[in-house]
């Protein structure tokens, strides 16, 4: 039995925060579901995924990985001087996983995918849906409902990367290699998340706030699965 | 208006079998004990079970036995006349007979004129689905009065026969096992009424959440050992070949029973959102968890979402009656009412997450008692 429904201890304190959380998790929960349903992670679910998958899924996630820096940076660089702490948190943790994409690199190479064509590889429509709404919202003063997109991306990370690492990795024969971006998001995902946690005590202050993270948290993850669900489009006929 | 239980009864068959009996009822297969079972029941707690069947493998009671001796004892508790009886609603995993429906063959147990019936058919979760529809039928005033009973009987299922004839140590792994240390054979009932009684339970609601269309089947009896192989049980040119093939074992993917756990959090989440549930101030919780590990996980859960409760006021029989599938939640309360003080106005959540195709039932009651 894995152990991916281990969550954090709770470090939440204020009343507004822990609706916040409760909502955050029935939200990541739906969204649990709605992957469930996107082709590419049925065919994992269900023993079939070839490498094609795999490499189309390399590809997909570069562009997300890259833009999700970016997105993050920006994020940090729109929090004002009367938020110069969270504005603190989210410079170390964007600076933390900003190169990350070169993980994926590797990875896509080590399973004997070319480098150029990784380096080629454009947005699909979901990511550049899911990219430029969270540009957009993390351009705007005091961005704190981005801590929604990052519940999502980073729940992803420390609750499904590990099982998704173990499932490519048997079912492609891989022995464990090619699929070190997903290892290392599970073993580091889980600290980012409990930050997470104490910055939600800091920023929901109002039941508005509460209300514009959980919002960004649900469109997040929408696009997220338009975004894993548009790479039936490149795979080979 | 509001619907009662007015009554409760349960019924588990034969002596209590310890953990160390198992194998001298279920059998040896292929002559050599079980290396996954140690393991399987550090993990359940569960320390003692009920089983209809005898060393010899022969049946003592059929399914649709056990449940009217639970009916039977119910109704004699407050003395309920079964010509006054309206409705009959059953809940199992799997009756004596495929055909007909579970209902037919309890009412002809119990002997009870001219009732109506009803037949829930699913696994764990049957059981509150049998009593939603029961106490529909009062609520719409269709009747007065309707009698609930959840039965199983999955020893059948774990003979060391079976598994032999599946094929054994070629089919048998660990999905196939797993079940074997974790289910055992019970009936409860609980009697509804439309008017409350001096000592009662009114149902405040029953909800429940599916999630068969995003999650694949996690426990089975009809498919076969060979995952790319798409023919259900009866798809086979006979039975023996369905059997050759162990689409008549009962299985269990372990490994996607984590969700039923995440879904449960989950709809009681979702109905504390909707106003409905208000968790911490439920004042006992019975929860239907299959097995003490997943204890941990949903407290650590529920922790998280700001909404736990004290361990205190959580109430189980697992580890003493086993697991009885649908039965598991009648026999839990049965054995509640007899052995917990309970006061007027208690709230009681009884929980259901199953992990047949994950649905996730919840049922409310509030104690009732004259002082």
Known sequence: MNSSVDLPKKTVISELAQECLRRLMTTWFEFERDLNKVPIVKRLNSGTFSKDDYEALLKTLRQQVIEGARWMTRTASSFESNMVDVRAHVIKHSKEEHQDFKLLEKDYCMIGGKLDDILKHPKNPGSEALHSYLMYQSSLPNPINMLGAMWIVEGLGEKMAADWADKISDQLNLNGKGVSFMKYHSAHDEEHMQLLYQLLDRVCQTEGDVDALVKNAVITGKLYAMQLNEIEHDLPK | ?371
């Not at chain 2, 007065?144 to 959840?150: G, M, P, R, T």
């Not at chain 2, 096992?177 to 439309?194: T, Y």
């Not at chain 2, 498919?223 to 369905?242: C, G, H, I, L, V």
Request: negative net charge; contains cysteine.
């Open chain 2, 1 to 371: 208006m509001k619907a009662y239980i007015t009554s409760t009864g349960s019924y588990l068959p034969g002596p209590a079998v310890n953990n160390d009996e198992i194998e001298d009822v279920l059998g040896l297969i292929n002559d050599r004990p079980s290396k996954l079972k140690k393991r399987i029941l550090k993990a359940n707690g569960i320390k003692t079970r009920h089983y209809a069947i005898d060393k010899e493998h022969k049946t003592l009671f059929n399914n649709s036995t056990m449940a009217a001796h639970a009916g039977n004892i119910c109704l004699d508790k407050v003395g309920f006349s079964k010509t006054r009886l309206g409705m009959l609603s059953c809940a199992t995993t799997q009756g004596d007979l495929v055909i007909p429906g579970f209902a037919s063959m309890v009412q002809a147990e119990l002997e009870l004129p001219d009732v109506e019936i009803h037949s829930s058919h699913g696994v764990c979760s049957s059981s509150l689905m049998a009593v939603k529809t029961a106490m529909n039928n009062v609520l719409l005033q269709e009747q007065d009065s309707a009698l609930v009973i959840a039965s199983e009987l999955a020893s059948r299922l774990f003979k060391n026969t079976r598994y032999e004839a599946a094929g054994a140590d070629a089919n048998l792994d660990f999905n196939a096992e797993f079940l074997r240390w974790m289910l055992s054979d019970g009936a409860g009932a609980m009697l509804i009424q439309s008017q409350p009684t001096k000592h009662c339970l009114q149902i405040d609601w029953i909800k429940s959440f599916s999630h068969a269309d995003t999650l694949p089947v996690c426990m089975s009896v009809g498919m076969p050992s060979e995952k790319s192989d798409t023919r259900t049980w009866q798809d086979f040119p006979n039975y023996s070949e369905a059997e050759k093939a162990g689409a008549i074992l009962i299985r269990q993917d372990v490994r996607l029973l984590e969700h039923a756990v995440k879904l449960g959090v989950d709809g009681a989440l979702r109905l504390m959102e909707k106003g409905i549930l208000d968790l911490p101030n439920i004042d006992h919780v019975l929860c239907h968890y299959s097995s003490h590990h997943f204890k941990e996980k949903i407290f650590q859960m529920l922790e998280t979402a700001g909404a736990s409760i004290p361990e205190e006021r959580w109430y189980t029989n697992l580890y003493e009656r086993g697991n009885t599938g649908c039965a598991s939640i009648f026999i839990m309360l049965d054995e509640f009412l007899k052995t917990k003080s309970i006061k007027n106005g208690d709230k009681i959540l009884c929980m259901v997450p199953e992990s047949g195709r994950f649905n996730n039932a919840y049922m409310q009651l509030t104690v009732v008692s004259e002082q």
